[in-house]
């Protein structure tokens, strides 16, 4: 499985970015996809899921309401439309695909798979 993530870059404040996550090498019929982030000197965190039965989605609080997720499960894909951003939100974003259904959509050992990173910057 590969997981191919795009859509970074440098905005400023207040600007907004769309993330993509395609995954190639296998179907999925449980589980979501979702993104974490990691900033400079700071613990990978959980950022959202877009989980494929029901099509049932989670933030983390610091998102919540500013970003959405969104899913196609027939092409294997993820989007992640990001508003309003923050210095705060810079970080390289990874796209990761957990197999199975239940609990722990924001633990990241609970997650199969993970994409390279994409960069997202935002300059105050």
């Known amino acids: 499985v590969q997981l191919q993530a795009s859509g970074g870059g440098l905005v400023q404040a207040g600007g907004s970015l769309r993330l993509s996550c395609a995954a190639s090498g296998r179907t999925f019929s449980s589980g979501g996809m979702g993104w974490f982030r990691q900033a400079p000197g700071k613990d990978r965190e959980f950022v959202s899921i877009?989980?494929?039965?029901?099509?049932?989605?989670y933030y983390h609080y610091s998102v919540k309401g500013r970003f959405t997720i969104s899913g196609n499960n027939a092409k294997n894909m993820v989007y992640l439309q990001m508003n309003s951003l923050t210095p705060e939100d810079t970080a390289v974003y990874y796209c990761?695909?957990?197999?199975?259904?239940?609990?722990?959509?924001?633990?990241?050992?609970?997650?199969?798979?993970w994409g390279q990173g994409t960069q997202v910057t935002v300059s105050s």
């Open positions: 990761a695909v957990k197999t199975e259904d239940g609990s722990g959509w924001s633990l990241d050992y609970m997650y199969d798979y």
């Open positions: 877009f989980n494929w039965n029901g099509g049932s989605t």
